[in-house]
């Protein structure tokens, strides 16, 4: 297994357009997670899925941000209508756990940069 | 809710020296503590974790104890190499029973190491 692998790893796009990013998880991960991170920040939770289903969503992630995990393999995170505000480096992660306490962290991707122009 | 504060970079030190990152944080419950790393241009890489107060994470020689007395987990390391020099996140993943956590990360700390 390759670890996570996240696609494209720059995009540049102007602003209202609309981008999708594609993380595939390590395979046998149930549990997979995006993330945001601004210069000089640490990263900030956005939503995550266990199989298929999108079990949380936080605040940042407005109504112009969906992600997708059709299959409970591979994710999707689209941006509608793209602001300038959202440029930032977007990191997926999965894990495997079947407790309810997580014990062992989690294995980020390299991450997408985005950048609305 | 939880939060993560860690001590505000960039931290600067010679190569072979003494290395400390404070970090603290606010949690209900026991939660699990990490700091993970990323160096330039890749993401973050899990650098030790521990789960229970006074559990010791090493890795690389980097240690942090988890202090639930002082909410606290600092990494050190004895002596550095230029090639430590990257950013450091602590991070807490809380223990809500039934429900999920997330990863809750502090601001980072970016550490460079002179030759």
């Known amino acids: 297994d390759t670890g996570v692998s996240q696609d494209p790893r720059h995009k540049i796009t102007k602003r209202g357009q609309n981008v999708t990013f594609r993380c595939d998880p390590i395979?046998?991960?149930?549990?997979l997670y995006w993330y945001r991170q601004t210069l000089g920040q640490g990263p900030e939770f956005l939503t995550y899925?266990?199989?298929?289903?999108?079990?949380?969503k936080s605040r940042l992630l407005s109504d112009r941000f969906s992600a997708e995990r059709p299959k409970g393999s591979f994710s999707t995170l689209e941006i509608q209508r793209t602001e300038q505000g959202d440029s930032a480096m977007y990191l997926c992660?999965?894990?495997?756990?079947?407790?309810?306490?997580?014990?062992?962290?989690?294995?980020f991707g390299s991450g997408t940069r985005l950048t609305v122009v | 809710g939880d939060s993560v504060t860690q001590m505000e970079g960039p931290v600067t030190l010679s190569e072979e020296a003494f290395l400390t990152i404070n970090c603290t944080y606010t949690?209900?419950?026991?939660?699990?503590l990490f700091w993970y790393v990323q160096y330039p241009g890749e993401g973050l890489q899990l650098l030790l974790k521990a789960t229970k107060a006074d559990d010791k994470g090493s890795n690389k020689g980097f240690e942090a104890t988890y202090r639930k007395e002082t909410t606290s987990f600092h990494l050190e390391k004895g002596s550095v190499q230029v090639s430590d020099s990257a950013v450091y996140f602590c991070a807490l993943l809380g223990d809500y029973g039934g429900s999920q956590g997330n990863l809750i990360f502090g601001k980072g700390t970016k550490l460079s190491v002179k030759p």
């Open positions: 899925f266990q199989n298929e289903a999108q079990l949380e």
């Open positions: 992660a999965s894990s495997f756990n079947s407790e309810p306490t997580l014990n062992y962290g989690y294995t």
């Open positions: 395979s046998e991960h149930n549990r």
């Open positions: 949690a209900t419950g026991y939660p699990s």
